[in-house]
Nanobody, 117 residues
Framework: QLRLVESGGGLVQPGGSLTLSCAASGSRLDHYGVGWFRQVPGQAHEGVLCINSSGGTTNLKDSVKGRFTISRDNAKNTVYLQMNNLKPDDTAVYYC??????????WGQGTQVTVSS
């Protein structure tokens, strides 16, 4: 059974960068489209970026356009989210999922990203 684990979050100053990882076990991730989503307390999950099984990407959130990039390394069974020029509004718990669509009900523990000076 496919299991995804997010990592790489942390505290960063505005304008800084982070790279999040979504590591898969139990199955090959390259069969799946994979989405990065985020959630702030009291709000629903929202889509950020998605990458399909062929490597094509879709931006799901206009505010991250030009700042965030999604990529995958099939040899490592991992999908990445490169986040540059981070802003306080990017503060959230970030999750990955083996889908580009909501709703999704199998969320992992996510990784906290806090952008603050």
């Amino acid at each position: 059974q496919l299991r995804l684990v997010e990592s790489g979050g942390g505290l960063v100053q505005p304008g800084g960068s982070l790279t999040l990882s979504c590591a898969a076990s139990g199955s090959r991730l390259d069969h799946y489209g994979v989405g990065w989503f985020r959630q702030v307390p009291g709000q629903a999950h929202e889509g950020v970026l998605c990458i399909n099984s062929s490597g094509g990407t879709t931006n799901l959130k206009d505010s991250v356009k030009g700042r965030f990039t999604i990529s995958r390394d099939n040899a490592k069974n991992t999908v990445y989210l490169q986040m540059n020029n981070l802003k306080p509004d990017d503060t959230a718990v970030y999750y990955c999922a083996p889908t580009c669509y909501l709703p999704y009900h199998g969320w992992g523990q996510g990784t906290q990203v806090t952008v603050s000076s």
